[in-house]
């Protein structure tokens, strides 16, 4: 066991700390968006496909960042990347917070971006310093992210409401975590690894060369798509029918934690099946029975959201683990993790965007709820396929 490896230097108690809390930053900037959107809608003047433009930036430049975020981790090593993913994040999360509306999206570009490359080079960091305990790591990590997504998305309102600059405020508020962590993992870069041998050339083109890479990546995108679409706009939906902006936004807040629990219970089935085809189809087709139910059953809103809810908290950590899963090794896992977090939030961009305008087109929620319920569809075929126990380059994975 060599020194130059965190998990040697400081113990790999400390790699999960670590883990935790690069985590605890990879959500609110986004998920702290949803509940006061109506705010910045009518402070700024935005119609609803300019508001929903406003939360899909961020999968836009996750699309974008994503497959370039493996060769700056090789480049720099991956802790290094994190800790100045995690400055620019900071700078990203005052800027988007500034009174103009330039900024307003130029620092959504900008924390995007650094979130971009630490969602990438996580799971990197799993494959390389747990390769045995995968389910346990990625709950962790999948865990942590719903949380604090959960937490941003609760207090959002109450902190605009009590804080200086009103949702401006409640945005900003999320500098702090930010640049604490950061300051955090300073000292332990002088231990950081070396960067990955081969950050560029066979294990990236051997996942975009991949069957079942592409299929994780699907399976990736359009699981995103269903959950940064509601909680884009889930808010709104309950507000039309007639709940206040508070308590719509603690419903919200609900909708991501809901993956707490199932951290509890995700690592167990990981490690009892090395097959997750029936996993990912079974939950997926729980989502569009959710989706189905707020179309059919519009008055058992807040069951149906708890239903699909669960059914997305376990979709999360599971196209998380097929990252590590689906790989041989962790620069394969980054160059996986990184294209399907390229392509797959690019999928994902077009959610909120294309739920506002079908909105703005038919007057009503249920024609855009039909949306989510075709792309739940789509993810159960492809989630079938992604779930068998194989790794990106076996002999049978070559795309014609």
């Not at 998990?7 to 108690?13: E, I, V, W």
């Not at 720099?76 to 330039?102: D, K, N, Q, Y």
Request: aromatic share 10%; hydrophobic share 55%.
């Amino acid at each position: 066991m060599t020194q130059n490896t965190l998990k040697s230097a400081a113990g790999g108690l400390l790699l999960v700390v670590v883990i935790f809390l690069i985590s605890m930053n990879l959500r609110p900037a986004i998920t702290a968006v949803g509940p006061v959107l109506e705010f910045v809608r009518h402070d700024m003047g935005l119609s609803a496909l300019m508001a929903g433009l406003l939360t899909s930036i961020p999968l836009a430049v996750f699309a974008v960042i994503s497959p370039w975020a493996a060769a700056v981790g090789a480049r720099l090593g991956m802790e290094r990347a994190i800790f100045l993913s995690l400055l620019v994040l900071s700078a990203g999360i005052l800027l988007r917070s500034a009174p103009s509306l330039f900024l307003l999206y130029a620092g959504s570009i900008l924390l995007a971006a650094a979130i971009a490359v630490c969602n990438v080079l996580v799971p990197g960091l799993i494959k390389r310093d747990f390769p045995h305990k995968i389910g346990l790591m990625t709950s962790v990590y999948a865990t942590t992210l719903g949380m604090f997504a959960s937490i941003s998305s609760g207090i959002a309102v109450p902190l605009a409401q009590t804080l200086p600059g009103g949702w401006r405020g409640s945005l900003a508020v999320w500098f702090v975590p930010a640049i604490l962590t950061a300051l955090i993992l300073l000292p332990l870069l002088k231990s950081a690894t070396r960067p990955l041998a081969d950050p560029s050339g066979t294990a990236v083109r051997s996942v975009w060369r991949s069957k079942l890479g592409w299929n994780v990546t699907l399976f990736m995108g359009l699981q995103s798509m269903s959950f940064y679409t509601v909680l884009s706009w889930l808010s709104s939906i309950l507000q039309d029918q007639g709940y206040s902006p508070v308590s719509a936004g603690w419903l919200v807040a609900l909708f991501p934690a809901l993956g707490i629990p199932v951290g509890f219970v995700f690592p167990l089935m990981v490690a009892r099946f090395k097959d997750q085809r029936a996993m990912s189809a079974f939950f997926s087709l729980a989502m569009l029975a959710g989706y189905i139910g707020l179309i059919f059953l519009p008055q058992f809103t807040v069951f149906w959201v708890v239903f699909s809810g669960i059914a997305l908290g376990f979709c999360f950590p599971l196209a998380l683990a097929f990252f590590v899963m689906r790989a041989s090794n962790a620069q394969q896992a980054a160059a996986l993790s990184g294209m399907a977090q390229s392509v797959g939030y690019g999928i994902a961009a077009a959610g909120p965007v294309l739920f506002g305008a079908l909105h703005d087109w038919s007057h009503g929620w249920v024609v855009p709820l039909w949306m989510l319920a075709v792309c739940a569809i789509g993810q159960a075929l492809v989630g079938w396929h992604a779930g068998r126990d194989a790794h990106v380059g076996d002999s049978s994975d070559r795309r014609s």
